[in-house]
């Protein structure tokens, strides 16, 4: 899992699901899904590609309303709406249709406390509003304010992301099913970075540690059934050790203001 952009602000971060190209700062902001297998048409069809305007993806996104799409906020970082294109409709991107951004708002509350992101959240803007009616895109629903993610439950992830480090986009949606983990298993496998993981982030992976998001599935959904629990936001390489996600119901009233 990398964490790593660069450009003149931001050079290297170690371990977020994100590292690509944009026009404007060839950018690192990756992480595709590894273990996984290809989603079905339809599955997870509130998936959405961040896509820069040469069309290559670089980031996930989560459709969470008819104007809304969720990322993390260093997927969007230093970037106009106008540099951003996201696709959705379709798990095969030469099929998906594209959306117009029209605003791209991180949270307020972003920060690099050293190396890792924290209140990694962005909201994306749509203009026009998002067509749900011929049930190829659905919007994922929302956590309650408050509302507890369970260690142990299973739950799903699914990207565009490469399959293996310095590996290339995949052009079909991926999904696997990973294990939530405990903060103070995560903290553990993570201390050669860090004493505790920080406030409102969660860990999934699976102890042999073969299905994990890689480069370029930054901002990708964690979902139980269809509640999104997380998005994708920092790890060490691809598969060596539980992924780290934005938990999202700390920030639901945020989230509302975005709808």
Known sequence: MQ????????????CIFALAANNASA????????????????????SASLQNLAGEHFCGGVVVGKRTVLTTAICALHLNASEIRVKVGSVDLSKATELTVSRATVHPDFVLKGKFPVNDLAALRIEPEIN??????????????????????????SGWGASKINGSASPILMTIKIRVVSREH?????MNLLKELPEN????????????????????????????????SWGQGCR??????????????WIDDQL
């Open 3 to 14: 964490l790593v952009r660069s450009s003149s602000s931001l050079l290297l971060l170690v």
């Open 27 to 46: 950018s690192v902001r990756n992480r595709r899904v590894i273990g996984g297998t290809p989603a079905a048409e339809g599955e997870a069809a509130y």
């Open 132 to 157: 749900f009616n011929d049930g190829k895109i659905k919007a994922a629903a929302l956590p309650t304010n408050g509302q507890k993610t369970i260690q142990g439950e299973v739950v799903s992830l």
């Open 186 to 190: 995560c903290a553990r496998e993570h």
């Open 201 to 232: 982030q969660i860990c999934a992976g699976v102890e042999d540690g073969n299905k994990d998001a890689c480069a370029m599935d930054g901002g990708a959904g964690l979902v139980l059934e269809d509640l999104l629990l997380g998005l994708a």
């Open 240 to 253: 060596q050790k539980p992924g780290v996600y934005t938990e999202l119901a700390p920030y639901r009233f």
